[in-house]
């Protein structure tokens, strides 16, 4: 059973391009939650996903930052006009559903370089 | 301050026991975990314990909890190269929001 995939592991981009993160959640799972670590802090939880349906994006910021979770497909982290400020390794988790005791399975995180 | 802080290295030579060190703030925490990164990888789960427990064994690993400090620990016995990685202490109350420390990284040197 494959584990969670997130692509690219690695992404640069110049100031004002936009950003594209994937994550493919383990086979079985219709829970995705993001998260997002800064240099030498902890991981921040962001947003929390079901299929077609956000549930939870209050630690996303407000501005230039999305999230998806198709019915069909991985979900995306989109960040547009990406700043400097914006350079972290963002991990994408999974759980089945229906349990929020339910442990979390981490993908191997994109780490996002803005020049 | 952060919420869960951990300090940010740790260095132990093969053999011994390495013990890693948390404090969180959250008196509300239910659940505790110990997760593990090794290069390029994702962040494994090692092991949890519930607030209720001061104490859980799982073959190397010894966690403790303190709760009374907000403390929570976790001992790794006869320590071997393939440990070294990246520790990470998360705590958890009963929704799905982690709140993660910075994490340590362990050193093995032979």
């Known amino acids: 059973n494959a584990g969670v995939m997130q692509n690219p592991r690695h992404l640069v981009r110049r100031r004002g391009q936009e950003a594209r993160l994937r994550c493919s959640p383990m086979?079985?799972?219709?829970?995705v939650y993001w998260y997002r670590q800064l240099p030498e802090e902890g991981l921040k939880f962001m947003v929390y996903?079901?299929?077609?349906?956000?549930?939870?994006e209050s630690g996303m910021p407000k501005e230039r930052f999305s999230a998806e979770f198709p019915k069909e497909g991985p979900s995306i982290l989109r960040i547009q006009q990406v700043v400097r400020g914006d350079s972290a390794a963002y991990f994408c988790?999974?759980?089945?559903?229906?349990?929020?005791?339910?442990?979390?399975?981490f993908g191997p995180g994109t780490r996002l370089l803005v020049l | 301050g952060e919420d869960v802080e951990q300090s940010l290295f740790l260095s132990v030579r093969e053999g011994d026991s390495s013990v890693i060190n948390c404090t969180y703030t959250?008196?509300?925490?239910?659940?505790l975990y110990w997760y593990k990164q090794e290069p390029g990888a994702g962040l494994q789960l090692l092991t949890y314990?519930?607030?209720?427990?001061d104490m859980k064994q799982d073959q190397r690993l010894t966690v403790l909890l303190n709760k009374k400090d907000k403390h929570l620990s976790l001992r790794i016995a006869d320590t071997q190269t393939g440990d070294s990685a990246i520790y990470f202490c998360?705590?958890?109350?009963?929704?799905?929001?982690?709140?993660f420390g910075a994490g340590t990284t362990v050193t093995v040197r032979a």
């Open positions: 988790a999974s759980s089945p559903g229906g349990d929020y005791a339910e442990t979390q399975y």
């Open positions: 314990i519930f607030s209720n427990m």
């Open positions: 998360a705590t958890r109350r009963s929704d799905y929001k982690l709140s």
């Open positions: 959250d008196s509300s925490s239910t659940y």
């Open positions: 086979k079985g799972h219709s829970h």
């Open positions: 996903l079901q299929k077609e349906n956000i549930i939870d």
